[in-house]
């Protein structure tokens, strides 16, 4: 342990300090995290490697944690679990990473902790410090060296001139952006919207803008309590604390559904791909082809399976559903897929043939394909759509024997 530990409480802010003060919570969750069963549930995640506990090393967000224990007060656990880290989960191997590389961090943070030094909270000017592992002298670009001992030096032994350009590089107060509020993205008729801020001593100022029509010269409203929407459209909003010091401007939008169509999903989605619930899939808002947007329904290991009721009897010349491959990631095109319809909700009867998909699953790129029928139809109530999951993933891909997902967006019925 280092001789200098309240240098490392530096990295906490004061308002934290003071939210902390009582560290036992904050070292019991701690505890509880490094303590826990390592037995993870749910979806199998390549990165959730090198588990202590709960903490996953192989996943890079996780890395700060094990140096929490020294602003927390326990230098000593903090020391004790990343020699362990340092000591178990890098080897020098070919495979001597204990998770994916992404860029660099898991030999940084090796480096970092062998020198006994770490920045808990990125953008803030301070380190946080151990006893090092391993002498060492660092070779700084401007070509000095720094030794490394077991006496922690501040921040700006290692960058002198970092708060003089942090002075010339920020200008003005910097205040948090506002927080849109409502029950959903989708309403039928209208839904509340409110905007709320951390900060009491802002204003804020919203206007509403025409999807896809936006108006720049349309004047902002100062907000005062909650408004209903009546139509699709984009909420735009600000905190201004004196004129001229104001958050940037975020937004939110919202959809009015163009029908009252209700859906029942008869099979069970990945709850980290959910869109929204049943409704997403008659909201329609068209997932792209980033479904990491969350504008996408995924099924693993199970046909999909799901109901429409439109409400009344009716005809329609088109029903289609929309669907996402990105094979990489284990999300392939359905192998069949089915449409029925019926006009009690009981007995069902097919439309047309059943589609069989044709993509390929090799493809690399990530890409969208909507699967339908557009020949007239006769009067019904109710529809039925059935993809069948492309099930194992083949001996060729990286993820052989994994199960495959089915990612479905938009039912249609025209």
């Known amino acids: 342990m280092p001789g200098n530990t309240h240098s490392s409480y530096r990295t906490i802010s004061k308002g934290s300090r003071a939210r902390w003060?009582?560290?036992?919570?904050?070292?019991?969750?701690?505890?509880?995290?490094?303590?826990?069963?390592?037995?993870?549930?749910?979806?199998?995640?390549?990165?959730?490697?090198?588990?202590?506990?709960?903490?996953?090393?192989?996943?890079?967000?996780?890395?700060?944690?094990?140096w929490l224990y020294v602003p927390a007060g326990q230098p000593q656990k903090a020391q004790e679990k990343i020699r362990f880290i340092l000591d178990n989960f890098y080897k020098n191997a070919p495979d001597g990473l204990i998770g994916n590389e992404d860029c660099g961090q898991m030999s940084a943070w090796y480096v970092l902790s062998t020198l006994g030094m770490y920045a808990i909270c990125p953008g803030q000017p301070a380190w946080t410090y151990l006893a090092p592992s391993a002498s060492a002298t660092v070779h700084l670009e401007d070509g000095s060296k720094k030794p490394v001992s077991d006496v922690a030096p501040p921040f700006e032994y290692?960058?002198?001139?970092?708060?003089?350009?942090?002075?010339?590089?920020?200008?003005?107060?910097?205040?948090?952006?506002?927080?849109?509020?409502?029950?959903?993205?989708?309403?039928?008729?209208?839904?509340?919207?409110?905007?709320?801020?951390?900060?009491?001593?802002?204003?804020?100022?919203y206007r509403i803008q025409e999807i896809g029509h936006r108006d720049e010269k349309k004047d902002f409203s100062v907000y005062q309590w909650p408004f209903f929407i009546e139509?699709?459209?984009?909420?735009?909003?600000?905190?201004?604390?004196?004129?001229?010091?104001?958050?940037?401007?975020?937004?939110?939008?919202?959809?009015?559904?163009?029908?009252?169509?209700?859906?029942?999903?008869?099979?069970?989605?990945?709850?980290?791909?959910?869109?929204?619930?049943?409704?997403?899939?008659?909201?329609?808002?068209r997932g792209s082809e980033?479904?990491?947007?969350?504008?996408?329904?995924?099924?693993?290991?199970?046909?999909?399976?799901?109901?429409?009721?439109?409400?009344?009897?009716?005809?329609?010349?088109?029903?289609?559903?929309?669907?996402?491959?990105?094979?990489?990631?284990?999300?392939?095109?359905?192998?069949?897929?089915?449409?029925?319809?019926?006009?009690?909700?009981?007995?069902?009867?097919?439309?047309?043939?059943?589609?069989?998909?044709?993509?390929?699953p090799q493809r690399e790129d990530t890409f969208i394909k909507e699967y339908g029928l557009k020949d007239p139809i006769g009067k019904f109530r109710y529809v039925k759509v059935i993809a069948r999951n492309f099930g194992k993933l083949p001996a060729w891909h990286q993820g052989a024997g994994g199960d495959a997902f089915i990612f479905i967006d938009e039912i249609t019925i025209r």
């Open 21 to 66: 003060a009582d560290k036992r919570p904050w070292l019991e969750k701690l505890d509880d995290l490094f303590n826990a069963p390592t037995q993870t549930t749910g979806r199998e995640q390549a990165d959730i490697t090198g588990l202590i506990g709960q903490y996953a090393h192989g996943n890079e967000p996780s890395h700060h944690m094990a």
């Open 158 to 205: 290692w960058f002198p001139d970092y708060r003089r350009e942090l002075a010339t590089e920020t200008s003005g107060v910097l205040l948090p952006v506002p927080v849109i509020e409502s029950p959903s993205r989708v309403f039928t008729e209208k839904m509340p919207v409110s905007i709320k801020t951390v900060d009491r001593d802002v204003r804020c100022y």
């Open 231 to 285: 139509q699709s459209g984009t909420v735009e909003t600000y905190a201004e604390k004196v004129p001229g010091i104001a958050s940037t401007v975020v937004t939110g939008t919202f959809i009015r559904k163009p029908n009252a169509y209700t859906v029942e999903i008869r099979s069970t989605y990945n709850p980290q791909y959910h869109a929204g619930g049943p409704e997403g899939l008659l909201d329609g808002i």
């Open 290 to 360: 980033n479904w990491r947007k969350g504008d996408w329904q995924g099924y693993q290991a199970q046909d999909f399976e799901a109901v429409v009721d439109l409400k009344e009897m009716r005809s329609a010349k088109e029903i289609s559903a929309g669907f996402l491959q990105d094979s990489r990631s284990w999300i392939l095109m359905p192998r069949e897929v089915e449409f029925l319809v019926s006009t009690d909700g009981q007995k069902f009867f097919p439309v047309g043939k059943k589609i069989v998909t044709d993509e390929d």
